[in-house]
């Protein structure tokens, strides 16, 4: 009998090298390779007759090789391997790209099955054809039909040294030798409710569906074999985050929650220059339950740019100074603290709420000032960066921690800020905003607060794509603007920072436009490598109005506000991700004036490239652009490789799933909240699931 977690190796067929090679891709075990799940399913109960091809017909044939030859084309390293396929009703050409060593798996005589799509003629070409078709060399093998014919058929995604065929054959034995009831690692009753399918069954039939299976719903993974196999991944995932919830809520807070009454709420309302829109109030009464409650907050605020998420969280910090204790504001770069500072001192003069600033550059007297205003606990609000994780930063009563954008800050970084306190209150701010289930997936032991809308009055930036060929005309365009008191911000790829190439290129745009569009007025250039002072002298020259245009990488996507700039243009737009040319154009839009963003396409941008670029043409909507830039990119490349509980998820798709993430949560969380001590097998899956991630968890 095969236990589910036994090493590769110990399948016939699976030596130790290749088991370490499928081991580094993520398969270690009998039962990883049950969880990779096929990528689709082809209905190979019959075949499509050759006869029966026309362009745009696809599908599955099967026929044997009646010659094959290997051309080499003009084009230089282009070769060409085509081969003609015959089945009982006809003949059809079949052509690889690239691939010569095909070569020695067609070969004339071998039976072969197909799957692809025909193209018609072309001009120029030789009738009907199947160009890079998926391939399978039909073995005769024993057994074939009934594992890769005469079936509904798995196609698995290949893995090292594993073709789709192997994995096939290596499952189908597996899956035979697996005992009728697998235990099955659910919270007893959770199947039943739920109506789950048994695990052992779930696993024969997404791997090997049964005849007459709905090949429509098993392509889309909507059977019920694959959404339970689904649902058991979420639930362990959310399982996880369960449980870190749980210790974080057992520990408590250090000190008693806060007091709010009447008084203090006026106060509170009395601080803003405008009155809250509903989103927002909203928001504000959900972490004023938190700050009011026995348990330590840990919640997301997200909102797009500009909804007024900061109003919010300096409203919260109110609330602590009100009650005699203190909050840390924490910035993703200096000119943004600076710029907080600014706004939260004039805002709060005269209510006898001090704010301290701490940065790298803050030094001498001054720091020693907020060092002690903290010490002793008369200062009660700090805003700063980096500079506040140091350890001479010492808090009477830090109560609430509130980190603006946290893609820019490390959790360990985090974690070092809230040891300066009695488990304090955390608010992390992002405006990326991410759909729900994205974010209960990657911030899964985070409440979560949204702000859906923006402050009224406020104009969209009117945004255009136009194509590199007319950027005379955009800069034209610029030109007029700044005449007209404007200022405007050209923003270049610069991928890496490092990258001199791009840098340089930064640095011959600002000439050009110097020397071309802008003759006699000063232009900036901003970028990461620059030394902090000259940055922020640049920063200052340009938020002061000295600076009408400035060229600067994307040091500028974080939250810089600049009333007056107005006209933003993005060089090689293409070179972007949706989301991030979202937050640039944030930037602009901040004040009265009419705003634009212009995108410059680059002639070599593709047709794709365009339509993505279109999306931000389209809406305004934060999470709009979101939600499309998720689904075209994945959420991985989405969110960053640095994101954890990604990297985790085989079988879920956060878009597709989002009913089972939701339902998978609601019933982690009550599995949490329910056991004092995990079942032991549950807690045995956890580890085996998600072992690295959990060993910070304390289970049980
Ligand atoms: P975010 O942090 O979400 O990017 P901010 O809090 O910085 O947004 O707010 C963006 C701008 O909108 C600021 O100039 C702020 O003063 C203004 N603002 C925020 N809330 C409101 C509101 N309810 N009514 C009018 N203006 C607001
Ligand atoms: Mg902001």
Not at 441 to 462: C, E, F, K, M, Q
């Amino acid at each position: 009998m095969i236990s589910l977690d036994a090493p590769l190796d110990t399948l016939r067929g699976i030596g130790p090298a290749r088991a370490r090679d499928l081991r580094e891709a993520g398969v270690a075990t009998v039962e990883d390779l049950l969880l990779h799940l096929p990528l689709r399913y082809e209905d190979r109960t019959s075949f499509l007759p050759i006869a029966a091809l026309a362009p745009g017909v696809r599908g599955t044939i099967r026929g044997r090789v009646r010659s094959a030859a290997l051309r080499r084309t003009r084009v230089r390293g282009l070769t060409i391997f085509e081969v003609l396929v015959e089945d009982g009703t006809g003949a059809i050409r079949v052509i690889f790209f690239n691939q010569p060593y095909l070569r020695t798996h067609l070969t004339r005589g071998r039976e072969v099955i197909l799957y692809g799509e025909a193209k018609g003629s072309r001009p120029g070409r030789r009738g009907l054809a199947l160009e890079s078709p998926q391939i399978e060399i039909a073995g005769d093998e024993e057994g074939a039909e009934g594992i890769h014919m005469g079936r509904i058929v798995p196609i698995h995604l290949r893995l090292p040294g594993l073709s789709p065929r192997a994995i096939r054959t290596l499952v189908h034995r597996l899956l035979r030798g697996l005992p009728a009831d697998l235990p099955d690692p659910l919270p007893p009753g959770l199947a039943d409710t739920r109506s789950l399918m048994a695990r052992g069954r779930a696993f024969r039939e997404a791997h090997f569906p049964g005849e007459g299976s709905d090949l429509a719903a098993l392509q889309a993974r909507a059977t019920p074999a694959q959404r339970r196999l689904i649902f058991e991944e979420f639930f362990f995932l959310q399982l996880g985050f369960a449980l870190e919830r749980r210790a974080s809520d057992a520990a408590g807070r250090g000190g008693p929650g806060l007091h709010v009454d009447d008084a203090l709420r006026d106060r509170l309302r009395a601080v803003l220059p405008f009155r809250l829109t509903s989103a927002q109030r909203r928001a504000l009464q959900e972490i004023a339950a938190d700050l009011l409650s026995p348990r330590p907050m840990n919640r997301l605020l997200q909102g797009d740019v500009g909804c007024g998420k900061t109003m919010v969280a300096l409203l919260a910090a109110l609330l602590v100074a009100e009650n005699g204790l203190q909050t840390v504001f924490m910035a993703p770069t200096e000119i943004l603290a600076e710029q907080h500072h600014r706004l939260f001192t004039r805002l709060l003069q005269g209510r006898g709420v001090p704010v301290g600033l701490l940065t790298a550059s803050v030094t001498g007297s001054a720091r020693r000032q907020v060092l002690a205003g903290l010490e002793s606990g008369a200062l009660r609000l700090v805003v700063g960066t980096h500079a506040l994780v140091e350890d001479e930063v010492r808090f009477r009563a830090l109560r609430l921690l509130v980190i603006d954008e946290q893609h820019r800050f490390g959790v360990a970084q985090r974690g070092r800020l809230r040891d300066k306190g009695d488990r304090p209150d955390v608010l992390v701010m992002t405006a990326t905003p991410i759909p729900r289930s994205l974010a209960l997936t990657v911030y899964g032991d985070l409440d979560v607060s949204v702000i859906d809308a923006l402050p009224p009055g406020r104009r969209p930036v009117l945004t255009v794509l136009r194509e590199a060929a007319g950027r005379a005309r955009v800069y034209e365009f610029v030109r007029r603007k700044v005449e007209a008191g404007r200022q405007a911000f050209v923003v270049v790829p610069v991928i890496e920072e490092t990258e001199r190439g791009d840098l340089q290129a930064a640095a011959s745009l600002r000439e050009r436009l110097q020397r071309e569009v802008f003759p006699g007025r000063p232009i900036g250039l901003l970028h990461g490598r620059l030394p902090a002072e000259e940055r922020e002298a640049v920063m200052a020259d340009f938020a002061q109005g000295r600076l009408p245009v400035l060229v600067a990488t994307t040091v500028i996507e974080v939250g810089i506000d600049v009333p007056n700039a107005a006209v933003m243009v993005v060089e090689q737009a293409d070179r972007f991700g949706l989301s991030q040319l979202h937050q640039l154009r944030g930037r602009v839009g901040r004040g009265a004036h009419e705003s634009y963003c212009v995108l410059l396409a680059e002639e070599s941008a593709t047709d794709e490239a365009r339509q993505r670029l279109q999306v931000l043409c389209d809406t305004s909507d934060g999470f709009e652009v979101a939600r499309r830039d998720l689904e075209l990119r994945g959420p991985g490349q989405f969110l960053g490789t640095r994101q954890s509980g990604m990297a985790d998820l085989r079988l879920g798709d956060l878009m597709r799933d989002q009913d089972l993430l939701e339902e998978a949560r609601e019933a982690a969380f009550a599995t949490a909240a329910g056991a004092g001590r995990l079942p032991a097998p549950l807690a045995a899956h956890l580890e085996r699931r998600f072992g690295p991630r959990l060993r910070m968890i304390q289970i049980g």
